[in-house]
């Protein structure tokens, strides 16, 4: 089956522009998290939703971060008046809804804010 | 908070050979789950191997295994038999009962021929 998609897999901005970043998680995943994963480092934890809600929103830097997922499925990351230190490759996982399963990431969305 | 310390930025291994990726961490929880994920230069983060806390015996899958010590929180992957397709970055990851996620920094991995 398919597996989770992000887009757009590269992303150009302005400083100061606002972006929005799309993942589509394997169907009937009820879990769903966005990381950052900057160059040379682990991904680093932003959120994670559990159907609708925002189970945990401890990982975001700051307000200018936001994300939804209003039907339970696919989510959307939103970053307001980008800053040059929001470049990274953006990812996304989901994962069944029990406890100690693996997340299945997807391929990314690179963000390079100029 | 949890803690996962990957203390071999890069490492080296002949093909055919075995190689031994280290990893600790910390927690004061009882129930949790470690990962050894690989990430090559496509990007896609792929599992390679899963382990349960409560379980003793340490989880295989085929060439890759883990060196599971609970009470020195440490959770090494050994390679066997290395092929060039092994050639990634390995992150080592923590899942505590919250369902968070926690990443050591990696091992970039390459493989010789």
């Known amino acids: 089956g398919a597996g989770v998609s992000q887009t757009p897999s590269n992303k150009v901005t302005e400083k100061g522009k606002y972006v929005e970043l799309r993942c589509d998680p394997i169907?009937?995943?009820?879990?769903l998290y966005w990381y950052r994963q900057s160059l040379g480092q682990g991904p680093e934890f932003l959120i994670y939703?559990?159907?609708?809600?925002?189970?945990?929103d401890s990982g975001l830097p700051n307000d200018r971060f936001f994300a939804v997922r209003p039907e339970g499925s696919v989510s959307t990351l939103k970053i307001q008046r980008t800053e040059r230190g929001d470049s990274a490759v953006y990812l996304c996982?989901?994962?069944?809804?029990?406890?100690?399963?693996?997340?299945?990431f997807g391929p990314g969305t690179r963000l390079t804010v100029l | 908070a949890q803690t996962v310390t990957q203390s071999q930025p890069e490492m080296s291994v002949q093909e055919a050979e075995t190689v031994t990726l280290s990893c600790t961490y910390d927690?004061?929880?009882?129930?949790?789950?470690l990962f050894w994920y690989k990430q090559p230069p496509s990007r896609q983060m792929i599992l390679v191997i899963r382990?349960?806390?409560?379980?003793?015996q340490n989880a295989t899958e085929n060439r890759f295994s883990v060196n599971f010590q609970k009470a020195a929180k440490s959770f090494s992957l050994k390679i066997s038999d290395s092929q060039l397709g092994d050639t990634a970055m390995y992150f080592c990851?923590?899942?505590?009962?919250?369902?968070?996620?926690?990443f050591g920094t990696g091992t970039s991995l390459t493989v010789i021929p």
């Open positions: 939703f559990q159907g609708t809600g925002a189970a945990d």
């Open positions: 990851a923590f899942m505590n009962a919250g369902n968070q996620f926690y």
């Open positions: 169907s009937g995943h009820t879990a």
């Open positions: 382990q349960e806390a409560y379980k003793q």
């Open positions: 927690t004061s929880e009882n129930n949790y789950y």
């Open positions: 996982a989901s994962s069944p809804e029990f406890a100690g399963h693996e997340q299945f």
